[in-house]
């Protein structure tokens, strides 16, 4: 299965901020996928980003605060737009793996905490 | 009501006892159920994925699933201190890629040698 990078793993941020997220993913895919793991709470996605066209987002996300960019198919990022400490999760990059089928392969995740 | 229920717990083992962790949901759309654990600091990694219902064994991992209850369980065997995690169901009701994934929130496990 694919191998994902993401950058950075945690970080701190001051309120009114914004952080871009990056992830790597060692083979071309199609599918990209953003997660959002909050304290105590399910995996949620965000949105699915493919190349070439823009990101979707799920119910409750949007693009102004979750800006996706999808420049090939190894590579994506997330924007976290002008953060509040509700904004405090992990973030997580994934990819379907290679038999097409719904199964995903995760990043570690980044762990942002907004102060 | 929520569309997957899982007791986060956490849940405390000794080392060799048999571990089960349960989900169960609502929606009768989904067909497709998945299991991953999550160790501290890393992302989820698959365990166990069944279509609609019966059992799937995998070594020491058995996954159920019984649709006509909506109940979804993972066993584990000879639980490990290795085993330590929090384990994730997960369920979708299309086999295609880009079909959302519902999570349940996790239970976390403990294994005591």
């Known amino acids: 299965s694919a191998v994902i990078s993401q950058k950075p793993s945690r970080d701190i941020c001051q309120r009114g901020t914004s952080l871009t997220i990056q992830c790597q993913v060692d083979?071309?895919?199609?599918?990209m996928f953003w997660y959002r793991q909050q304290p105590g709470q399910s995996l949620t996605l965000i949105a699915t980003?493919?190349?070439?066209?823009?990101?979707?987002?799920e119910s409750g996300f949007v693009i102004d605060k979750f800006p996706i960019s999808r420049p090939n198919l190894t590579f994506s990022t997330l924007t976290v737009s002008n953060m509040s400490p509700e904004d405090s999760s992990i973030y997580l990059c994934?990819?379907?793996?290679?038999?097409?089928?719904?199964?995903?392969?995760f990043g570690a995740g980044s762990r942002l905490t907004v102060l | 009501q929520k569309e997957v229920e899982q007791d986060p717990g956490p849940l405390s083992v000794p080392e060799g006892a048999i571990v089960s962790l349960n989900c169960t949901y609502s929606n009768s759309a989904f067909q497709y159920f998945m299991w991953y654990r999550q160790y501290s600091r890393k992302g989820p990694e698959l365990l166990m994925y069944t279509y609609s219902s019966g059992n799937k064994e995998d070594g020491r991992f058995t996954a159920q699933v019984d649709k006509s209850s909506k109940y979804i369980s993972l066993f584990i065997r000879d639980s490990q201190p290795s085993d330590s995690a929090t384990y994730l169901c997960?369920?979708?009701?299309?086999?295609?890629?880009?079909?959302?994934?519902?999570f349940g929130k996790g239970t976390t496990l403990s294994v005591s040698s």
């Open positions: 994934s990819v379907s793996q290679d038999s097409g089928a719904n199964v995903l392969t």
């Open positions: 083979s071309q895919v199609t599918m």
């Open positions: 997960a369920m979708t009701p299309g086999h295609q890629a880009g079909t959302a994934l519902i």
């Open positions: 980003a493919n190349q070439g066209s823009e990101a979707t987002y």
